[in-house]
């Protein structure tokens, strides 16, 4: 280890540079570096912990990253074992505490996700809304992306959707509602070089899938809310670009079913 | 004869010591110019001070008392759904059977923003410009000790606020904002550096290099091995495949299907699946780069390519995925393996170093 007593101190070079930090500063630098450089290996090489041991070696340096915004693990938190099984289930592991530095898994996660609320009169608000980009899409991205990921797990998928209810139909200036997570499903690439439109449309109806769908209002304090099956395909959200629904009468020709 | 095996042996694993410590000094102490942190100052200063002003339109939305992330009435929860994740997946740790963690109390979190503390509006509005004013404050070098340390904070209190929000930027900038909080990022290009050259001179310091210091070679090694690492932890994720997708970086499918995501995209996905032979070598080139990376960039004579193909990989990165912050930011980092030569026009020939 580098510890004062062995190394020599740091000799001016030339006359002219200046000399390095002094023994006792070195050795505790030194031990702040290597405190600093353990903790973030702990996190980059332990993000699935199985013994209780691990988790205790895990936990008390995880603190210390954690006040610094550095606890992420850096996986996908999806691993294809040999026998071709998914471990652990790509809906577990919450995309907020992955890094997601590897941009994609081709995974049915990893593709746009919105929100609808639309109520009874047929009004309906879209998030992210029309215009945002850059950071403020991937803001609502990552809203969207956790209630795609929990949906289908019975005791956690309506958490998200029951903490978020209240201000999402205030939003929206409504009383009750039907919110939906919606998928935008990729195109392959021999149906991008497709010439049949209904290939190539990228919007195209067939591309959504309603992920979750929940009826949701608030009584006094309360954010009731009642979870409806989730349809395979439904009608095309809010248009970014135009304001208009895509599948919708005067929308894009394209965009026809 | 033993005698003499056991001293060899001995001298052998003092001298190996020894040159491991003078190794570990070298590398860490050895007294570098702090220019090179100076421009990080500027180019992360600029990129957190976006961030932050980000979140101007949606601020009340998101942290204001009627927000979206607004706790329950009395629940005394900043952030019930950050708070309810954290409890579930603390510290990293994966949980598999929710039944087990549904009693365990909320573990002790250390997410503190002082965003939470806004009990209305205006009282948000308010922190939100202070944050800017300091952001901008680093940025021109004012008391750079200081608003180096601040400028942590208010990034910090954004990441902390709603950790819901959070993705591939956050951990990075946090990384490198909290580097140059600990660094003497402030001595050059500053206005500390300005009112300094007044004080002890009527005339403008004509020395185009502030003085080496250990500080500087300390903050820049960190930020370094911590970039190269994360390259490192990124080609290892890609390659160990996963996902319903399959082994996309394998096959060389997967900047298609980052590409093809029409919402983000900022290049033609129609164009790029007329030529798959293209989409093949961009995914290869993005895995390949990466393992170069990580060990080319700390040879010498090698670096200077490795930060001109580092270029063209984050553009091509912003152009596929629409991260267009987080690919600046990344490509911000990378000032720390500049020689601080080059900050004064006068980058040394790769031979002669």
Request: hydrophobic letters at 45%; aromatic letters at 12%.
């Amino acid at each position: 280890m580098p510890s004062s007593q062995r190394a020599e101190p740091l000799p001016p070079e030339a006359g002219q540079e200046p000399a390095g930090p002094s023994a006792q500063m070195r050795t505790l630098v030194s031990f702040l570096l290597f405190a600093h450089l353990f903790s973030l290996g702990l996190s980059w090489t332990m993000w699935r912990l199985s013994s209780p041991m691990r988790q205790a070696l895990r936990r008390f340096p995880g603190f210390y990253l954690q006040l610094l915004g550095m606890d992420v693990a850096p996986d996908s938190g999806i691993v294809r074992l040999p026998s071709g099984e998914l471990y652990p289930s790509p809906r577990v592991l919450p995309k907020s505490r992955r890094a997601l530095w590897h941009l994609t898994q081709g995974d049915a996660l990893d593709v746009d996700h919105f929100l609808v609320l639309r109520d009874e009169q047929g009004r309906q608000v879209q998030w992210p809304p029309p215009g945002a980009v850059g950071l403020r899409y991937r803001r609502y991205q990552m809203i969207a992306w956790e209630m795609a990921r929990l949906a289908g797990i019975e005791d956690t998928e309506n958490v998200l959707p029951a903490a978020l209810g209240r201000g999402l139909l205030r939003e929206a200036g409504m009383q009750r509602a039907t919110l939906e997570c919606r998928r935008l499903l990729l195109r392959a690439p021999e149906e991008a070089r497709s010439n049949d439109p209904t290939l190539n449309d990228p919007y195209h109806d067939s591309r959504w899938v309603t992920v979750y769908q929940a009826r949701i209002w608030v009584e006094g304090d309360q954010v009731r809310l009642l979870k409806l099956e989730s349809q395979a395909e439904s009608s095309g959200p809010v248009n970014r670009a135009s304001g208009t629904r895509s599948g919708s009468p005067g929308s894009n020709a394209n965009s026809q079913p | 004869m033993l005698r003499l095996l056991i001293r060899g042996v001995t001298d052998y694993f003092q001298q190996m010591s020894l040159a491991v410590g003078q190794g570990w000094n070298r590398f860490w102490y050895q007294p570098s110019s702090p220019l090179p942190l100076v421009a990080l100052r500027i180019a992360v200063g600029l990129l957190a001070l976006y961030y932050v002003a980000s979140f101007s339109p949606d601020l009340t939305r998101w942290f204001g008392p009627e927000g979206w992330f607004a706790p329950p009435a009395g629940a005394g929860q900043a952030d019930p759904v950050g708070q309810w994740l954290d409890a579930r997946f603390p510290l990293g740790e994966t949980l598999y059977r929710f039944d087990d963690v549904a009693q365990r109390p909320f573990p002790p979190l250390y997410r503190l923003s002082y965003l939470t503390y806004a009990s209305s509006d205006w009282e948000l509005w308010l922190m939100h410009a202070a944050g800017l004013l300091v952001l901008v404050l680093f940025i021109l070098g004012w008391k750079t000790r200081w608003t180096s340390v601040l400028a942590l904070v208010v990034v910090l209190a954004y990441v902390h606020r709603a950790p819901l929000l959070n993705a591939q930027l956050e951990p990075v900038l946090a990384m490198l904002m909290f580097y140059l909080a600990l660094s003497p990022c402030g001595v050059a290009w500053s206005v500390d550096s300005w009112l300094a050259g007044r004080k002890q001179s009527a005339e403008p310091s004509s020395a185009p290099m502030p003085p080496k210091r250990w500080g500087a070679t300390v903050t820049l090694r960190l930020i370094q091995v911590h970039l190269t690492v994360l390259y490192a932890l990124t080609v290892l994720v890609q390659l160990s495949g996963g996902g319903t997708g399959g082994m996309v970086w394998w096959t060389g499918e997967a900047m298609w299907w980052i590409v093809a995501r029409p919402e983000t995209a900022l290049v033609s996905a129609d164009w790029l699946a007329h030529h798959p032979l293209l989409m093949d070598l961009w995914t290869y080139f993005v895995i390949l780069f990466q393992m170069a990376f990580v060990v080319l960039v700390w040879v010498r004579p090698m670096r200077g390519l490795m930060l001109a193909l580092a270029m063209l990989f984050w553009i091509s990165i912003a152009l596929a995925t629409g991260l267009v912050t987080y690919s600046l930011l990344m490509l911000a980092g990378l000032l720390a393996f500049v020689p601080a030569e080059c900050f004064t026009g006068n980058c040394p020939v790769p031979a002669a170093e």
